[in-house]
């Protein structure tokens, strides 16, 4: 029989995320998802990531409805999220009991495959998360952030997916946010972690750089058990390979996908004219779906650069840039080799242009890097500079063990303060991951709802 090899289409979360900053609306895709779902794929990324943030504070909706109304329509298929461990999906640490409640609810609400990451590939940052889901029923999917630095070698990335899968893991992941995974690399670390793993192993990578393609491809020839990829419409450049490419190729070359390319045409035809109204609209820029080489030449992602670039047009300093492409590497080496996946991309960016554009390294160093030096963020890969944790800290000492034991919880505290306000557990989730952003729409749809009630008062008399 021809060895299957499982498809995840993820147009709904990150080709979505990668392309057109994840405004994709339900009113865009509501009408596709039971098409979606008899398309034969062994999964759909559609939930987590930044796609809840988005709900919140661009699409003016309620993301936990928009999970269960996927799940209304999509019976058959697997739904699948990204989530940053410790950090769910915000940008700070979040204490257990938050974790907890966030995890069970999202399996509760209709996910089967949580993808559970952390920026630093520290494993006890995942452990909550990892331990919530098998408690909830869901798929623990344990995930090594691939990155390119002197300490991050096969062994240590071989010690990780044994470390998740003692932790009760269902599969691995190996997550290349930055498309600069080559395929050589893919098949030596696929086949490495099969000798010693036993867990399905999953390879996510993006179009970036023009490796993706090959790289999943040469993946699947090491024995990958599935990978990522989207819709084509909506794949190449800072997105993912095409779906429709990839499933062509395998069949060709003798692997089932049980994917119907039928199907995938229809979804694609779905999604055409939405693609066009985001590039009209200026959603969708063009210079995205280019093929960039940078990410390899600097290794740095794509993302991190044009934020650099940003950063340093803003000043009106661009022509700072190389001095400040020669200072990231030394910043990151500093900090112990983290990968630059967020939120560790920004923090080590911004402070190679502080350092350049001061003229004297970490003369002022950010609140968010000593709070990494404190530990606040898990344990870094490799050795920090003990010089910079002193220029930092001074004589205040960094966190022995765990630092989220120090958090207090905070579902409680969010409880008593939104009173009526939330009308669910999930509502008070939402408040403690994005305060700002869920407050504000908890308080629109009250008026909303206010409003609704005096009209058919009006109708009624
Ligand atoms: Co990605």
Known sequence: MNRKVHITEVV?????????????????????????????????EVWGGATF???????????WDRLRFIRSKVKKTKLQMLLRGQNILGYKHYSDDTVRAFVRKSVENGIDIIRIFDALNDPMNMATAIDECLKAGGHAQGTICYTISPIHTFENYVALGKKLESMGCNSLCIKDMAGIMSPQSAYDLVSALKKEVSLPIYVHSHSTTGLGPLTLLKSIEAGAAGVDTAISIFSGGTSHPATESMVYSLEEMGYSTGVDLKVCKKINDHFKPVQERFLKEGGLNPSVLQTKIDALNYQIPGGMLSNL???????GQLDKLDEVLLE???????????PLVTPMSQMVGAQAVTNVLMGERYKSI??????????E????????????????????????GRF????????????????????????????????????????????????KVTYSIQEAE
Do not use: H, W
Not at 53 to 63: A, G, N
Not at 309 to 315: E, K, P, R
Not at 366 to 375: H, I, N, T
């Open 328 to 338: 990231t590497p030394k910043v990151r080496k500093d900090l112990g080799y983290p």
């Open 53 to 63: 943030d988005s709900c919140l504070r661009f699409l003016d909706e309620d993301p």
């Open 366 to 375: 950010s609140k968010e890097v000593k709070a990494y030096l404190r530990g």
């Open 404 to 451: 989220d034991d120090t958090i207090e919880p905070e579902i409680p505290g969010a409880k008593a303060y939104l009173k009526d306000l939330a009308e669910s557990e999930e509502d008070v989730l939402s408040y403690v991951a994005f305060p700002q952003q869920a407050e504000a729409f908890l308080k629109e749809r009250r008026e909303k709802k206010a409003l």
């Open 309 to 315: 670039i940003s950063q340093l047009t803003g000043v």
């Open 12 to 44: 709904l979360r990150d080709a979505n995320q990668s392309q057109i900053a994840t405004r994709l609306a339900r009113s865009d895709f509501e009408d596709i998802l039971e098409t979606m779902d008899e398309a034969g794929y062994y999964s759909m």
């Open 377 to 400: 963020y898990g344990k870094a890969p490799g050795e920090i500079s003990q010089d910079l944790v002193k220029k930092a800290l001074g004589d205040e000492k960094p966190y022995e």
